[in-house]
T-cell receptor, first 114, second 112 residues
Framework: NAGVMQNPRHLVRRRGQEARLRCSPMKGHSHVYWYRQLPEEGLKFMVYLQKENIIDESGMPKERFSAEFPKEGPSILRIQQVVRGDSAAYFC????????????FGEGSRLTVL | AQSVTQLGSHVSVSEGALVLLRCNYSSSVPPYLFWYVQYPNQGLQLLLKYTTGATLVKGINGFEAEFKKSETSFHLTKPSAHMSDAAEYFCAVAYGNNRLAFGKGNQVVVIP
């Protein structure tokens, strides 16, 4: 009964390094969403992907951030040249179908930038 | 644009007392509304949702919420708080392609 799996759970990077966060959706789910949670804030939508396609990246910062969901393997959120402001919890969610609004969330990856 | 307002970032409630968390939304289309709960260092878990039909929605752990279109509200209640209800609660409204707009959350503290 595997839910949405995210790794690593905790990641520490120094300014200028790269961070890669991975997400395996629930079995049978082909829609993946990434959200970011800053301290004292709710979750903010970043990007929505289906297999091999980015459907909506309207919430992604224009620079340094990218996401992919390859045909094989997990979805990856990549942050290049991290800065302290990137420190946050990054949550992945998946759904079986679009339009229902019901998402299943992973436990998150907490990025700390020193 | 869809948005959600949750007032009062921290809510204290005595064990056994009523839990009431307020949520007001803005939506240009008939809304799908959700309440999620987040325990420390965990992901979000769905408490309940409103899509269509009955406006009083029952969820897990004894929580329920009522959709009131005239008030654009979707307040969450539980008649009697339990210590295990201490967590952060988020209201959300769905828009296009399962994207959710979240409120800032309510941190609930239960006082013995």
């Amino acid at each position: 009964n595997a839910g949405v799996m995210q790794n690593p759970r905790h990641l520490v990077r120094r300014r200028g390094q790269e961070a890669r966060l991975r997400c395996s959706p629930m079995k049978g789910h082909s829609h993946v969403y990434w959200y970011r949670q800053l301290p004292e804030e709710g979750l903010k939508f970043m990007v929505y992907l289906q297999k091999e396609n980015i459907i909506d990246e309207s919430g992604m910062p224009k620079e340094r951030f990218s996401a992919e969901f390859p045909k094989e393997g997990p979805s990856i959120l990549r942050i290049q040249q991290v800065v302290r402001g990137d420190s946050a919890a990054y949550f992945c969610a998946s759904s079986r179908e679009p339009g229902t609004g019901e998402l299943f969330f992973g436990e998150g990856s907490r990025l700390t930038v020193l | 644009a869809q948005s959600v307002t949750q007032l009062g970032s921290h809510v204290s409630v005595s064990e056994g007392a009523l839990v009431l968390l307020r949520c007001n939304y803005s939506s240009s289309v008939p809304p799908y509304l959700f309440w999620y709960v987040q325990y420390p260092n965990q992901g979000l878990q769905l408490l309940l949702k409103y899509t269509t039909g009955a406006t009083l929605v029952k969820g897990i752990n004894g929580f329920e919420a009522e959709f009131k279109k005239s008030e654009t509200s979707f307040h969450l209640t539980k008649p009697s708080a339990h210590m295990s209800d201490a967590a952060e609660y988020f209201c959300a409204v769905a828009y296009g392609n399962n994207r959710l707009a979240f409120g800032k959350g309510n941190q609930v503290v239960v006082i013995p």
